[in-house]
């Protein structure tokens, strides 16, 4: 147990440093990690814990990107990088999540990712929203005494705030909440036989998802200083359902070490290779046939032959 | 003087296509007795369970539960108001352990499950009563065993346990002993005399001995009508009763 809480704090504070020692484009990459890793967290909240696997989770992830462009384009406060686009994307997400939780399996991944796609289309017309150039010139935000237009001040919003939303999951799937999800992923009926609102619980895990993806998405904005309607593609839904499945299922660090291994391998490969795509899918492939739990349950099963 | 019936069913009704898997049963349930429902295959018991269990809507008639309708209402509404069943396949959490598969069912009644930063362990009820529950089905020193790796036997006591783990005033049992041997349909048996009086009991059951050995009451349902009611005893000597037994094997 502290040896778990002193790992987690030399992970926070290592990341947190890690401009100390690493030159520019290494420290790009960690923030590009972190930002995708909550994201594949909040997906497998959903996936992993509640057995809900959404194709839309774009939606919040763009949901959040636009509404923190907006807002931060008037006025740079917590508000709008923060507090605004969480709350879009928790609307955002009940709503969605209110037609979508009465169906499940293919019928719930259809319609998650209609949802999404809708989204994509909709700010792909709208002349308002840039239509398909997106926003730009979107500034960072600067409130609280921290400007966050500086690198390194940036980098540590991102790494606090990252970390307070992983912990925050990680104690979420632990609690009477998360107990219930894992019910409900094992046998939704008996679930329901015994007495429990199967689809509130169902609905409150869609909204947290959302939630903590739109966070993902207004970080993403600032992080690039611009969003577009690609946000919303399902495509975006996708990396993420890799990343959480390169991982492992249903482990929550898996997805942040997931989003590490996707985004890693993308930059190693294409350095070399236009087509990065083609050993990425192969890598996943191999990946699925020969670790079916991810990365994590390789290595819980490399522990447990040792023990 | 007979108590208000616990549960009261009144020309229940449920058409599958052409098929009338109910057609107009009336029942009522004293509270505090053991109630059997048998019948051969076909004559609606398991759809009697799941229309009052509000899993199948009844196509017509109601059924009221301490004197309020429980008709309408969904699965999870029905077992907050004190009715739990259990199911005749088995029906738990595999992945999960005894004790936990005991202390989710614990847990329903409680808005504790909504505690998102909270700390399981903290909520000392579901874990008292899902201990209770365990002793109560023979399943005590099974606790942190996953419920898949159990025998067929264990795992339907705690079927049973499961459902009577949410603490329940009415509990539906759907054939608790299928498919056990002998000796496991003995254990079961005495697990279910076992039970606290206060918990009424409404049984589907094929197996006659544990019937006789059970039951205060016994209802015969044929083709979805009440055939005859009364004591084991009383139903045991009716001809018709030996008729439809004999008739549909």
Same mark, same amino acid.
């Given at each position: 147990m502290?040896?778990?809480?002193?790992?987690v +704090?030399?992970?926070?504070?290592?990341a947190?440093?890690?401009?100390?020692?690493?030159?520019?484009?290494?420290?790009?990459?960690?923030q590009?990690?972190?930002i995708?890793?909550i994201?594949?967290?909040?997906?497998d909240?959903?996936?992993?814990?509640?057995?809900?696997?959404?194709?839309?989770?774009?939606?919040? #992830?763009?949901?959040?990107?636009?509404? +923190?462009?907006?807002?931060?384009?008037?006025s740079?406060?917590?508000a709008?990088?923060?507090?605004?686009?969480?709350?879009?994307?928790a609307?955002?997400?009940?709503?969605?999540?209110? #037609?979508?939780?009465?169906?499940?399996?293919?019928?719930?991944?259809m319609?998650?990712?209609? #949802?999404?796609?809708?989204?994509?289309?909709?700010?792909?017309q709208a002349?308002?929203?840039?239509?398909?150039?997106?926003?730009?010139?979107?500034?960072?935000?600067?409130?609280?005494?921290?400007?966050?237009?500086?690198?390194l001040?940036?980098?540590?919003?991102?790494?606090?705030?990252?970390?307070?939303?992983?912990?925050?999951?990680?104690?979420?799937?632990?609690?009477?909440?998360?107990r219930?999800?894992?019910?409900?992923?094992?046998?939704?009926?008996?679930?329901e036989?015994?007495?429990?609102?199967?689809?509130?619980?169902?609905?409150?895990?869609?909204?947290?998802?959302?939630?903590?993806?739109g966070?993902?998405?207004?970080?993403?904005?600032?992080?690039?200083?611009?969003?577009?309607?690609?946000?919303f593609?399902?495509?975006?839904?996708?990396?993420?359902?890799?990343?959480?499945?390169?991982?492992?299922?249903?482990?929550?660090?898996?997805?942040?070490?997931?989003?590490?291994?996707?985004?890693?391998?993308?930059?190693?490969?294409?350095?070399?290779?236009?087509?990065?795509?083609?050993?990425?899918?192969?890598?996943?492939?191999l990946?699925?046939?020969f670790?079916?739990?991810?990365?994590?349950?390789?290595?819980?099963?490399?522990?447990?032959?040792?023990? | 003087m007979?108590? /208000?019936?616990?549960?009261?069913?009144?020309?229940?009704?449920?058409?599958?296509?052409?098929?009338s898997?109910?057609?107009?049963?009336?029942?009522?349930v004293t &509270?505090?007795?053991?109630?059997?429902?048998?019948? &051969?295959?076909?004559?609606?018991?398991?759809?009697?369970?799941?229309?009052i269990?509000?899993?199948? /809507?009844?196509?017509?008639?109601?059924?009221?539960?301490?004197?309020?309708?429980?008709?309408?209402?969904?699965?999870?509404?029905?077992?907050?108001?004190?009715?739990?069943?259990?199911?005749?396949?088995?029906?738990?959490?595999?992945?999960?352990?005894?004790l936990?598969n005991?202390?989710?069912?614990?847990?329903a009644?409680?808005?504790?499950?909504?505690?998102?930063?909270?700390?399981?362990?903290?909520?000392?009820? $579901?874990?008292?009563?899902?201990?209770? *529950?365990?002793?109560?089905?023979?399943?005590?020193?099974?606790?942190?065993a996953?419920?898949g790796?159990?025998s067929?036997?264990?795992?339907?006591?705690?079927?049973?346990g499961?459902?009577?783990?949410?603490? $329940?005033?009415?509990?539906?049992?759907?054939?608790?002993?299928?498919?056990?041997s002998?000796?496991?349909?003995?254990?079961? *048996?005495?697990?279910?005399?076992?039970? &606290?009086?206060?918990?009424?009991?409404?049984?589907?059951?094929?197996d006659?001995d544990?019937v006789?050995?059970?039951?205060d009451?016994?209802?015969?349902?044929?083709?979805?009508?009440?055939?005859?009611?009364?004591?084991?005893?009383?139903?045991?000597?009716? &001809?018709?009763?030996?008729e439809?037994?004999?008739?549909?094997?």
């Amino acid at each position: 147990m502290i040896v778990r809480w002193v790992a987690v +704090a030399a992970l926070i504070v290592g990341a947190a440093v890690f401009p100390a020692f690493a030159g520019k484009y290494p420290v790009k990459l960690l923030q590009e990690i972190l930002i995708w890793g909550i994201f594949a967290m909040s997906l497998d909240l959903l996936m992993g814990y509640a057995g809900m696997v959404s194709l839309g989770h774009s939606a919040f #992830f763009g949901v959040g990107g636009y509404v +923190a462009a907006l807002a931060l384009l008037k006025s740079p406060g917590v508000a709008s990088g923060l507090l605004l686009p969480a709350a879009a994307a928790a609307l955002a997400a009940l709503v969605i999540g209110y #037609f979508s939780i009465r169906v499940s399996g293919v019928y719930f991944i259809m319609l998650t990712l209609a #949802f999404s796609q809708m989204f994509y289309a909709v700010t792909f017309q709208a002349a308002w929203l840039g239509a398909e150039d997106g926003i730009v010139g979107v500034p960072r935000l600067n409130a609280l005494g921290l400007d966050t237009a500086k690198p390194l001040a940036f980098h540590l919003y991102l790494v606090v705030l990252i970390a307070v939303g992983a912990l925050a999951l990680f104690r979420i799937v632990r609690s009477p909440f998360g107990r219930v999800l894992r019910g409900i992923h094992e046998n939704e009926a008996r679930m329901e036989a015994v007495g429990y609102a199967v689809d509130r619980y169902k609905l409150l895990a869609f909204v947290i998802a959302g939630t903590v993806a739109g966070v993902a998405g207004s970080l993403y904005t600032q992080f690039v200083g611009s969003i577009t309607p690609d946000a919303f593609l399902w495509t975006t839904s996708g990396e993420a359902l890799l990343m959480v499945i390169i991982g492992g299922t249903g482990t929550l660090a898996g997805s942040m070490l997931g989003a590490a291994a996707f985004i890693l391998l993308q930059s190693l490969v294409s350095s070399y290779t236009e087509r990065w795509m083609l050993i990425l899918g192969l890598t996943f492939i191999l990946l699925v046939l020969f670790a079916p739990g991810g990365v994590v349950g390789a290595l819980r099963g490399r522990v447990g032959i040792r023990s | 003087m007979t108590p /208000p019936p616990l549960l009261a069913i009144t020309a229940l009704t449920r058409t599958f296509g052409a098929l009338s898997a109910l057609a107009g049963v009336s029942l009522s349930v004293t &509270p505090k007795t053991r109630h059997a429902v048998i019948g &051969p295959n076909g004559a609606g018991k398991t759809t009697l369970f799941n229309v009052i269990t509000g899993q199948v /809507p009844p196509s017509a008639g109601h059924v009221l539960f301490e004197g309020r309708l429980v008709t309408g209402l969904s699965p999870h509404a029905v077992a907050r108001r004190g009715i739990s069943r259990s199911f005749q396949r088995t029906n738990l959490f595999p992945k999960l352990t005894v004790l936990e598969n005991l202390r989710l069912a614990a847990a329903a009644d409680g808005r504790g499950s909504w505690s998102l930063f909270g700390r399981v362990d903290r909520l000392r009820a $579901p874990f008292e009563r899902a201990t209770e *529950t365990a002793e109560a089905i023979g399943l005590r020193d099974r606790l942190p065993a996953t419920a898949g790796t159990l025998s067929y036997g264990e795992q339907r006591q705690l079927e049973v346990g499961v459902a009577l783990a949410t603490r $329940p005033k009415l509990l539906l049992l759907d054939e608790p002993t299928a498919g056990m041997s002998p000796e496991e349909t003995q254990r079961m *048996t005495r697990m279910l005399e076992g039970l &606290p009086r206060e918990v009424t009991l409404l049984i589907i059951e094929h197996d006659m001995d544990v019937v006789g050995s059970l039951a205060d009451r016994v209802t015969v349902l044929h083709y979805g009508e009440v055939l005859t009611e009364g004591t084991f005893d009383h139903v045991k000597r009716d &001809p018709r009763v030996y008729e439809v037994y004999l008739g549909s094997a």
